[in-house]
């Protein structure tokens, strides 16, 4: 509906796709605007994971 996922080369697309039906399950948008809220919602919440994932490997790698 709204374009191609916003991935990063690596990501795992079926991750990404499993995140956005859940979330268009949990909130069954009745119509364009709540569809636009619940895609805007999954992309969120995957860039959250994403940050959280990438500050992690930052620590990691200096701490060595």
């Known amino acids: 509906m709204l374009g191609h ?3 990063l080369a ?3 697309r ?3 796709e ?4 859940r979330v268009f399950k949990a909130i ?5 605007i709540e569809g636009i809220w619940a ?3 999954a992309e969120l919440t995957w860039e ?3 940050g959280r994932r990438l500050k992690a490997e930052i ?3 200096c701490a060595h």
């Open 10 to 12: 690596g990501e795992d």
């Open 59 to 61: 620590v990691d790698a």
């Open 18 to 21: 499993a995140l956005h039906n």
């Open 28 to 32: 069954a948008p009745t119509d364009i």
């Open 48 to 50: 959250a994971h994403r």
């Open 5 to 7: 996922p916003p991935l």
């Open 14 to 16: 079926s991750a990404y």
């Open 39 to 41: 895609a805007d919602i």
